[in-house]
């Protein structure tokens, strides 16, 4: 059962920057794309951004394009969300897990989303 463990949040003022990790375990990634949903109190979780396991193929959100930027060491086991021009809307748990496909589509409709081998997230804070 692949697991992911997240880590990286904090509090950050708004135009501030922050750098997630997502390590992953228990199985291969050889066959799953990962992602980088999130929730905030009272909402919907949301996509944010996705990345396939050959690094090739990245997805982001409507919300965070331009914004946040995906990426994937070179052992394929940890995805890094590196995120900037941090909003107050930008407040919410991050988590990560894996998910089919990675296309623009999945995010929205959080399509083929293992919720199996979601993480404990890691809480993002952007206030003045």
């Known amino acids: 059962q692949l697991q992911f463990v997240e880590s990286g949040g904090g509090l950050v003022q708004p135009g501030g920057s922050l750098r997630l990790s997502c390590e992953a375990s228990?199985?291969?990634?050889?066959?799953?794309?990962i992602g980088w949903f999130r929730q905030a109190p009272g909402k919907e979780r949301e996509g944010v951004s996705c990345?396939?396991?050959?690094?090739?193929?990245?997805a982001y959100g409507d919300s965070v394009e331009g914004r946040f930027t995906i990426s994937l060491d070179s052992t394929g086991y940890t995805v890094y969300l590196q995120l900037a021009g941090l909003k107050p809307e930008d407040t919410a748990v991050y988590y990560c897990?894996?998910?089919?496909?990675?296309?623009?589509?999945?995010?929205?409709?959080?399509?083929?989303?293992?919720?199996?081998?979601w993480g404990q997230g890691t809480q993002v804070t952007v206030s003045a």
């Open positions: 897990a894996a998910l089919t496909y990675c296309r623009a589509y999945d995010l929205r409709k959080l399509s083929g989303v293992d919720f199996d081998s």
């Open positions: 228990g199985a291969t990634t050889n066959h799953y794309a």
């Open positions: 990345i396939s396991t050959s690094g090739s193929t990245t």
